[in-house]
Structures are given as structure tokens and as C-alpha cells.
């Protein structure tokens, strides 16, 4: 059976982002322009993503960036879903989608080098906004979408979100369900990380690894005076430079208004990175109940028709490290 074609485009998008770095995908080739995309029910999120909206959206990031770099052989992707809901319960790989490589009709604009080139960037930025003329080339793609994109670099709006990030780090800390699967996904050391190629690697969170380990497996530590304060004033401070924040808005509820919402983003990212612009999304904001409204009610606008669903600072950074994947070997189901 020929699979050259799809392990050369598979190992271009196996570098798609996913929440918490799951990789929460498989793929069983079937020949050179068939495949059956499948979910892994143990790398859901079940706490943080109770309904698999987020994992959905996961879904569609790579989806995106499966067709992206299908473009240089002139093909494109057309998926087929299934329509079944995410199911942690479910044991081993579940069938998702059909997926079929098709002759491309419309020319790529984006290079697929740019998923390569793709990074989230936790580091301080260059203290410097964000370009008019890209912020409404990024708007234009969320529009495509049927996404809204708004943002500000308004300093007091910029402070006011790097804070309401800062402030659900630490109370989904202080919540065990949350904590424990956060820290599930934690790899402490580049050991760790090389040796799953998965997770929240602490070189790419920028955290040193005692700190991590503080803060997922020594909680109670956070009740002493001064140490909260401290950790709280180390993270905000990762995060100076910063001079544009973004929210977005659009369908996110349905299934496949989730996958949507994460091709969208697949090309606002990447769209970001041919820019030379980084992005760091703050998730726990949305899956904060508490955050999330906080920042609806910030943001309230009576025009927008649909809820928002990410927040995320943008900027201008060095180039950050890149976290580790999962050999594409490993994604295969043979």
C-alpha cells in the first residue's frame, strides 16, 4: 500500500497545537488519498472540556493544517465526520472522520513552512503592538469563519487581561479535579518530555521544573504567606511587553461549529506567524467559569451575536522554544 503522500503531509500537521499539547489524534492510512482520522478517549480533557469543545476545535487545527500541507501535491483535504461525540470512556481509538485528499481547485496562499515555524510564545514580548494593517488582515480571516475578532492595545485593557489570566492560573490550581488533570499533561524535566513528546513541557511553559512541581504536586505550599504572591508576581512578570490582547467570538457550541472555530485558527495562527507575530491563548479563561464571565462582562457588546470563546495576548517575541510531538509513527494505527 502507497502512504508516502500522507506520511509527508502528516508530518507537516502532526505539529498542530492541541489543548494542553494531547494530541488527541490517530490516523489509520487506508491508501495514498484515503484515511480514517480517530480520537484517543485517554487524552480528552474531561474536567476542563466536560462537552469536547475544545478538543473539537483541536480537530480542526489539524484538519486545517492537514489540507495546508497537502497543497504542494496539488491536493486539498475533504473530511467526512461521523457526528459521534468525544467519549472519554470509550477505551482505545475511536473513529472520527473519513478523510480524502482531493484535487486542489483553489491555490494555497499560506506555505505550509509556516506550520514548522509555528510556535505559542509564553516569553516577554518586545513591548511594541501589533501592526493596524495585520490586525485587520487577522480580522478578515476570523470573518471568513464567521468569527469576530476584536482587540485592543489600550494599556488598562492590556493589564486588565494579563491579570484575569494570572488570577485562573491560580484558582484552577486551587481546585484538585483541575489541578490533577492539568497535571497529568505536566512534564517536568526535557527528559520527560522527550520520552512521551507530549504535554506541558516546563523548557516551553518557561517555568523551571521545581517550580512546576510546586505548583501541581506541593499546592498546600500556596497557603504559606508570601509564596502565592511570589509564584503570581514571577508569572506576570513572564508576560511584560505585552501591548495587544484579542478576543474572539463565534459559533462554539455544536460539534461542528468547534471544528470550525479551530480551522479559523488554524489560519489566523499561521497567518500570525508569516507576520512574524506570536500568540499565546489563555484557554483557562474560557474554561474558568468564573473567569469566563468576568471576561464577558468586560467585554460586553451589544452588537456581537455570538460567545466569545478565546482570549489571547499577541506580540513580537524572540523565537520560543518548540514543544515536543509525538513521533508520527506512533500516530499511525496499523
Known amino acids: 500500500m502507497q502512504t508516502k503522500i500522507w506520511r509527508d503531509i502528516l508530518d507537516?500537521?502532526?505539529?498542530?497545537?492541541?489543548?494542553?499539547?494531547t494530541q488527541h489524534w490517530k490516523f489509520k492510512l487506508v491508501d495514498e488519498t484515503h484515511a480514517v482520522?480517530?480520537?484517543?478517549?485517554?487524552?480528552?480533557?474531561?474536567?476542563?472540556d466536560g462537552k469536547g469543545q475544545f478538543m473539537a476545535s483541536g480537530f480542526g487545527l489539524i484538519l486545517e493544517m492537514i489540507s495546508i500541507a497537502a497543497a504542494p501535491h496539488g491536493l486539498e483535504l475533504k473530511v467526512d465526520l461521523f457526528d459521534v461525540p468525544l467519549d472519554d470512556s470509550k477505551v482505545g481509538p475511536q473513529p472520527f472522520a473519513n478523510l480524502s485528499l482531493i484535487p486542489r481547485v483553489i491555490p494555497?496562499?499560506?506555505?505550509?513552512?509556516?506550520?514548522?515555524?509555528?510556535?505559542?510564545?509564553?516569553?516577554?514580548?518586545?513591548?511594541?503592538?501589533?501592526?493596524?494593517?495585520?490586525?485587520?488582515?487577522?480580522?478578515?480571516?476570523a470573518t471568513s469563519f464567521g468569527h469576530q475578532l476584536e482587540f485592543s492595545?489600550?494599556?488598562?485593557?492590556?493589564?486588565?487581561?494579563?491579570?484575569?489570566?494570572?488570577?485562573?492560573?491560580?484558582?484552577?490550581?486551587?481546585?484538585?479535579?483541575?489541578?490533577?488533570?492539568?497535571?497529568?499533561?505536566?512534564?517536568?524535566?526535557?527528559?520527560?518530555?522527550?520520552?512521551?513528546?507530549?504535554?506541558?513541557?516546563?523548557?516551553?511553559?518557561?517555568f523551571p521544573g521545581w517550580m512546576m512541581t510546586l505548583f501541581f504536586k506541593h499546592n498546600w505550599l500556596f497557603q504559606i504567606p508570601g509564596v502565592h504572591q511570589l509564584c503570581k508576581w514571577v508569572y506576570t512578570k513572564s508576560m511584560r511587553g505585552t501591548k495587544t490582547v484579542a478576543w474572539i467570538s463565534g459559533k462554539f457550541e455544536e460539534q461542528r461549529d468547534c471544528i470550525n472555530s479551530g480551522r479559523m485558527l488554524a489560519r489566523l495562527w499561521l497567518t500570525m506567524t508569516k507576520h512574524g507575530v506570536y500568540l499565546h491563548p489563555f484557554g483557562s479563561v474560557i474554561?474558568?467559569?468564573?473567569?469566563?464571565?468576568?471576561?464577558?462582562?468586560?467585554?460586553?457588546?451589544?452588537?456581537?451575536?455570538?460567545?466569545?470563546?478565546?482570549?489571547?495576548?499577541l506580540g513580537?517575541?524572540?523565537?520560543?522554544?518548540?514543544?515536543?510531538?509525538i513521533a508520527l509513527e506512533d500516530l499511525i494505527i496499523h
Open 12 to 21: 507537516y500537521a502532526r505539529w498542530a497545537p492541541s489543548p494542553h499539547n
Open 37 to 48: 482520522l480517530l480520537y484517543e478517549p485517554s487524552r480528552l480533557l474531561p474536567v476542563e
Open 108 to 141: 494555497e496562499p499560506l506555505d505550509r513552512e509556516l506550520i514548522l515555524q509555528r510556535r505559542t510564545s509564553r516569553l516577554p514580548y518586545e513591548d511594541s503592538p501589533v501592526s493596524p494593517a495585520v490586525l485587520t488582515e487577522l480580522a478578515e480571516v
Open 153 to 206: 492595545s489600550d494599556p488598562k485593557e492590556v493589564a486588565w487581561v494579563l491579570g484575569l489570566n494570572a488570577n485562573t492560573m491560580f484558582l484552577d490550581l486551587r481546585d484538585k479535579t483541575t489541578r490533577d488533570e492539568i497535571g497529568h499533561w505536566v512534564r517536568y524535566s526535557i527528559a520527560h518530555a522527550k520520552k512521551t513528546g507530549d504535554g506541558l513541557a516546563a523548557f516551553a511553559m518557561l
Open 287 to 313: 474554561t474558568n467559569a468564573r473567569s469566563h464571565k468576568e471576561m464577558k462582562d468586560h467585554f460586553a457588546n451589544p452588537e456581537r451575536k455570538e460567545p466569545l470563546w478565546l482570549l489571547v495576548r
Open 316 to 325: 513580537h517575541s524572540n523565537e520560543p522554544p518548540r514543544a515536543m510531538r
